[in-house]
């Protein structure tokens, strides 16, 4: 199992790693501990030792999250290599775009069979034509090289079938959320007792938005909206990322510094599905966001960034705006907070629709694929 940071093996693959136990493999997890993760050095410590106590062999593996770093790719294959030399690989599970490329390029000169799951082409409908030619010509190659392409979203799957040449090209509905895991949470605290520990005042409405502090989330949109809308409306942001202190100065530019919450890095971030107004998520690019998900499962009413993979989960026009349209994102965010019976309904469609991108699905689809690989050996 190889991927670009620790962190896509945490979040999204271990019950993939545990199917491979299943199937009476030993499995070896190749990735970037030391740099470029969502995740906090606390988080990837509990990390490491889980691996090691499911007798996971694990390996610091300096693959860089960015293309254009030509010495560090390099680098990275040259470890690559040596891994696959120094084990009797039977076939490699690859994550991410340059761990993607250098693993099946690696694969390929070894002859070993190769799955690879896209978290999201970064090349799209509507996407920079930068990304077009720097990744569609590379990602057309390597499908050549491909056994497995494995696709999280429709969109992606549809331009997969048309275009590339992988041997299989597969879909499997996101990287499978445990529902009934956010579905069935009942809050630990008040909310009295969550508004103090934010420094929120108890009338406030709370806005949310999970993920990455990075420009690809986008989260000055909302930042930018807050001076339109009422003062009582806050928004936290749970996650980390190089953008940090960039989003506390233009905060603090726009005047909305007293309004916003950067959680950080929070290993559980139910409680605060559970106490959020609205799901906010305006993204300019996405595969398909587990975060959207689970907070779908959690039952919160969702507003997002009408892009492929947001557009899969929401169906609903009325809960979509352009990623730069301010505007329309106020409008439609104050539809759901100044009619409580309209957010409800719209929140109970989202709980619906999520059941459909659960982990049973997701695992039985992985299970089938994993198995066609040790019965092609």
């Not at 991410?96 to 690879?116: D, E, T």
């Not at 934010?198 to 806005?207: F, G, M, Q, R």
């Amino acid at each position: 199992m190889l991927a670009s940071v620790a962190s896509m093996i945490d979040q999204f693959n271990l019950p993939n790693i545990r199917l491979m136990q299943e199937l009476d493999y030993e499995v070896h997890v190749a990735c970037n501990f030391d740099k470029g993760n969502t995740c906090d050095e606390n988080r990837i410590q509990k990390l490491k030792a889980l691996l090691g106590k499911n007798d996971v062999r694990w390996h610091q593996w300096d693959c860089p999250r960015k293309i254009r770093s030509a010495g560090d790719c390099i680098r990275a294959y040259g470890q690559l290599q040596k891994l696959i030399r120094q084990y009797r690989v039977e076939w490699i599970h690859c994550h991410s775009p340059v761990g993607g490329v250098l693993s099946r390029i690696a694969a390929h000169f070894a002859g070993i069979p190769v799955i690879y799951t896209v978290h999201g082409f970064h090349f799209y409908q509507g996407a920079p034509a930068q990304n077009w030619l720097l990744y569609y010509p590379v990602e057309k190659l390597l499908s050549y090289w491909t056994d497995v392409l494995i696709t999280i979203n429709q969109e992606d799957y549809r331009f997969a079938k048309m275009h590339l040449n992988a041997r299989r090209i597969r879909r499997i509905p996101g990287v499978g959320i445990d529902i009934e895991r956010f579905r069935d949470y009942q809050p630990q605290t008040t909310r009295e007792a969550f508004c103090r520990r934010y420094h929120l005042p108890l009338d406030a409405k709370i806005l949310l938005s999970v993920g990455e502090l990075s420009s690809r989330k986008n989260h000055r949109l909302v930042l930018s909206a807050l001076p339109d809308l009422q003062d009582h409306i806050y928004y936290i942001i749970c996650g980390q990322g190089e953008l940090r202190e960039e989003l506390i100065a233009f905060a603090r530019e726009t005047g909305v510094s007293e309004r916003i919450r950067l959680a950080g890095y929070l290993e559980d971030v139910r409680e605060l599905y559970k106490h959020a107004d609205v799901f906010v998520f305006p993204s300019y690019q996405e595969g398909l966001p587990a975060a959207l998900v689970e907070a779908m499962a959690c039952g919160l009413p969702c507003l997002v960034s009408d892009i492929r993979g947001n557009r899969e989960l929401i169906r609903q026009e009325s809960c979509r705006f352009k990623p730069d349209d301010s505007a329309c994102f106020c409008k439609r965010l104050r539809a759901l907070l100044d009619d409580p019976q309209y957010a409800a309904g719209k929140a109970a469609q989202c709980q619906k629709r999520a059941v459909s991108y659960g982990r049973k699905m997701a695992e039985r689809k992985i299970r089938t694929i994993y198995k066609s690989m040790k019965d092609d050996r």
